[in-house]
């Protein structure tokens, strides 16, 4: 079963724009991650934040979590053509040994 | 290179036929999963190795899949009988034992059941 739940299922903005994700999981978590996978290939861990931290930057990425809410936002800044691919949030769960993915938001740059 | 490979990158197959994927993850890496992915969907767990030991199954990994990972290192999938259902993205990720979270993946292998 998956854990997560991102909105939007897919998203298409013009580059340059900033890129907002949200993400939603059942249960309590050690940590969060986002994670992105070009058209056909393998992940790519983008950032983690754990159940502490309340935001989280790198980059042109900001990751924030609401634990009370059991939910995430992954904010892409000035996005570019290379960030057109899907992000998945991925979760621990408490007492867990595995990754639970979500569904994935599919996101386009339009150029 | 020294990420986690797969091979083969692709393959097809007619149902019913037997497939072997495998699975090189990080020489030092002791835990090693492997997720199925279908179109639009997001990986779910299969199986996990710590060393040569196969902790966790999914109740997805029915009795025609079957992992090992005999020494310890490289791993192999295979999938009995294949079904058309079981075309999918096999990926494979592999991390340090206290390290759960941090998994790298491997490019993973498409199955196409025909």
């Given amino acids: ?111 | 290179d020294t990420g986690v490979s797969q091979n083969p990158r692709h393959k097809i197959t007619k149902r019913g036929q037997n497939v072997t994927f495998r699975c090189d993850p990080i020489s030092e890496h002791n835990r090693l999963y492997w997720y199925r992915q279908t179109l639009g969907q997001g990986p779910e767990f299969l199986t996990y190795f710590q060393n040569e030991a196969q902790l966790e199954k999914s109740r997805l990994l029915s009795d025609r899949f079957s992992a090992e990972r005999p020494k310890g290192s490289f791993s192999t999938l295979e999938i009995q009988r294949t079904e058309q259902g079981d075309s999918a993205m096999y990926l494979c990720a592999s991390s340090l034992q206290g390290v759960v979270y941090e998994q790298y993946f491997g490019p993973g292998t498409r199955l196409t059941v025909t």
């Avoid at chain 1, 056909?40 to 990425?61: A, C, Q, T, Y």
């Fill in chain 1, 1 to 111: 079963s998956q854990q997560g739940e991102e909105d939007p299922q897919a998203l298409s903005i013009q580059e340059g724009e900033n890129a907002t994700m949200n993400c939603s999981y059942k249960t309590s978590i050690n940590n969060l991650q986002w994670y992105r996978q070009n058209s056909g290939r393998g992940l790519v861990h983008l950032i983690l934040i754990r159940s502490n931290e309340r935001e989280k930057h790198s980059g042109r990425l900001r990751v924030t979590l609401d634990t009370s809410k059991k939910s995430s936002s992954l904010l892409i800044t000035a996005s570019r053509a290379a960030d057109t691919a899907s992000y998945f949030c991925a979760t621990v769960p408490m007492g867990d040994d595995k990754i639970i993915f979500g569904k994935g938001t599919r996101l386009h740059i339009l150029p």
